[in-house]
């Protein structure tokens, strides 16, 4: 007897362990209560995850969109009570008996006396980011010449189009449960409700640059900390086994010299499948970023926003998906970054220095951050105010294909800027043209700095002889006066064409004047192929340089992004009747030749001389 009901314990002890193992580790947002007790974990200060208690108010429907919910919830435990929600606490799972609830994702408010959380349902952070893909072209950079640090920053906002993911009036959004909260009715506290910030960790950037990209990324839900302090070095923090919920967890855009990335908290783990944040970062879709382990030196406490002081560590995946309701991301090698390698040159200092530093592969991302690395760089060691002369040299390595060639020469008071801005328009024309992937396999970029302005402008142009003859060369000689007042005067031969007649005109100008008026003459279709897209970059003008043409009153057509001079008439009626394809514009001047000037200035000016040719 007794050995049979030992047999019938142990058989309804397997029983009652199978009804444990088969009850679902998720509590559907259907089956969530006013009333009911859940336990959250996040990290507050090391490695350590600690727990905290959130009280379930109530949910608040279609606070993000139709069908889209929002768990509503007041923390209490650890030092939630002094600094209200913390900015780093984004993915901090909610266990109700023992069942995963979600993500605390938002914020009610600022300055707010009671730290009341909304909880991203995990149904949806799981659901919204399932599967791969690539990124729409709505998600890049579109960016207008001449770079600048505004029209990058304005290119930057258009590209993100970060979707706001919280009620926009109180009759979107309906709260299931508590009626209304320390004098809030219940549809206005959709509209109160925001993203909790995501902590920014800058870590080798001087302080105006961090200012300026932080003021940037700050409208878009981060928080600049600053970068590493004091404590355990990246390698060796001491975390607690493997990632599980409840760890901080990093996410890198610039690593090497320079540290800039975002923390936030693992909120569930499905084998190497990783879900955080329960908000978005971007929204962006589809990404490739490195995952990183996150170390949480302190929790600053403030009546704003209190926040965590943290640091990313080691790589243990990959970022695949940022979407409007949470971060994923695969555990295992993280992805290839895209190596820059910077040599300044100073003349001051009459030494090199170089800097590496890798930045993520991404459309919107990859110009802007090595923008902000390279400014930075050159602000670092070169002084800020007062006009100063970069020439720089190098090649951006493009994978099957030509590289891209970088030379040119800024000077005067935005020097720093210019220089730093060039390599935007290239960038962003390979990861953004609509032909191909592009990989990048590296920059290469040597800048040469001196504390003087270098800039020379075009004064006079002529030809002692007014009338040349058709296939004769003659001295073309330019003028020009160094910001000293000196004079340089410059001899070009001029090669006149045998065939050549009548009214000639030569154009002598700066790079940037020049590529204005050929984009006013030409209207050039865009390029049709990703090698068609190189050469157009290789032919950019450079400000050093003078540039000449002899133009005759002969039509031509740029014809699919390449450019035909002196067609016959014949030839061009063929085109125009094509014209409604949007391969052909008209030229209404044939380039007969043309001809370039080096120089160690960057050049102003435009100087155009009218010749009458006179036949042999």
Known sequence: MPRRFALLVVAF?????????????????????????????????????????????????????????????KLEGGPLADTGVIAGMSGSPVYVDGRLIGAVSYALGAFSKEPIAGITPIEEMTTETAGVGTRPAAARVRVELPVTPDALAAAFRRGLGWNRAFADRPEDARLIGATAFAGVGGRELGTLLRPIATPLVMSGFEPDVADMIGGLLRDYGFLPTGGRAAGPRAGDMPFEGPLKPGDAVGVTFVDGDFLLGGTGTVTHIDGDRVYAFGHPMYNLGPTEFPMTRAYVYTVLPSLYSSTKLSTTGEVIGTLLQDRATAIAGRLGPGPRL?????TLESARA???????????????????????????????????????????????????????????????????????????????????????????????????????????????????DQRPR???????????????????????????????????????????????????????????????????LNKTRRNNVVYIKLLSAEAGAVVNGELLSSLPPSVLAVLEADRSGGNFNPLYNATLGEWEIATEHAVNGIRTLSISVSAN
């Open 13 to 73: 002890g397997a029983l009652a362990l199978s009804g444990v193992s088969a009850q679902s580790p998720i509590l559907p947002v259907a089956d969530i209560r006013p009333g009911m007790v859940g336990i959250g974990r996040t990290v507050f200060t090391g490695t350590r995850v600690e727990e905290f208690r959130a009280q379930i108010l109530g949910v608040i429907e279609n606070v993000i969109g139709p069908q889209r919910n929002l768990i509503l919830a």
């Open 338 to 342: 895209i190596p820059v390698t910077m």
């Open 350 to 464: 009459g030494s090199a220095r170089t800097f590496r530093f890798g930045v993520v592969k991404d459309q919107l991302l990859s110009p802007l951050m090595t923008y902000t690395a390279l400014l930075n760089t050159l602000v670092s060691y070169e002084r800020q105010l007062g006009t100063a002369t970069y020439g720089l040299k190098g090649q951006v390595l493009v994978r099957n294909h030509d590289a891209v060639a970088l030379d040119n020469l800024f000077s005067g008071d935005q020097a720093t800027m210019g220089a730093a801005a060039y390599i935007v328009a290239p960038l962003t024309a390979l990861m953004g043209n609509d032909y191909e992937k592009v990989d990048i396999e590296g920059l290469t970029l040597t800048f040469s700095s001196a504390e003087e302005p270098k800039t020379a402008t075009l004064e006079r142009v002529w030809l002692d």
């Open 470 to 536: 058709a296939g004769r060369t003659v001295p073309l000689k330019v003028l020009l006066r160094t910001y000293r007042g000196e004079d340089v005067l410059r001899t070009v031969p001029i090669a006149i064409p045998a065939h050549a007649s009548g009214t000639l005109s030569i154009l002598v100008s700066d790079g940037q004047r020049l590529t204005q008026a050929e984009l006013r003459e030409a209207r050039p279709a865009q390029p049709r192929s990703v090698p068609q897209l190189i050469r157009v």
